[in-house]
């Protein structure tokens, strides 16, 4: 299983960008998918989750900016990023939870390359 993140760049205070996450290989089913980030000297943190059925989970620091979505059909997820700021610089990585195999409900957790958003002040 392969995720591919795309969409980061160099944007502007009070700009948006919107990511993607593709995932594709042997998959039977996601359950939960999200992103995350990780600014340079910084842990990696949550940015947020959401679930096969659409539930969604958001950090405090981007809760009312950021909104997480999914196209199950495509096994894609997005995240829209609005009223960008310095703060949100950071590698921005994709995971997933894929079920590999229609015998087994065990899922795998995969991650993705990471893309860079710089967010200038």
């Known amino acids: 299983v392969q995720l591919q993140a795309s969409g980061g760049g160099l944007v502007q205070y009070g700009g948006s960008l919107r990511l993607s996450c593709a995932a594709s290989?042997?998959?039977?089913?996601?359950?939960?998918m999200g992103w995350y980030r990780q600014a340079p000297g910084s842990q990696r943190e949550l940015v947020a989750t959401?679930?096969?059925?659409?539930?969604?989970n958001y950090a405090d620091s981007v809760k009312g900016r950021f909104n997480i979505s999914r196209d199950n059909a495509k096994n894609t997820v997005y995240l829209q990023m609005n009223s960008l700021k310095p703060t949100d610089t950071a590698v921005y990585s994709c995971n997933a939870k894929v079920r590999r195999y229609s015998w087994s409900d065990h899922a795998y957790t995969f991650w993705g390359q990471g893309t860079l958003v710089t967010v200038s002040s």
């Open positions: 290989g042997s998959i039977v089913s996601i359950n939960a």
């Open positions: 959401i679930t096969s059925s659409g539930s969604t």
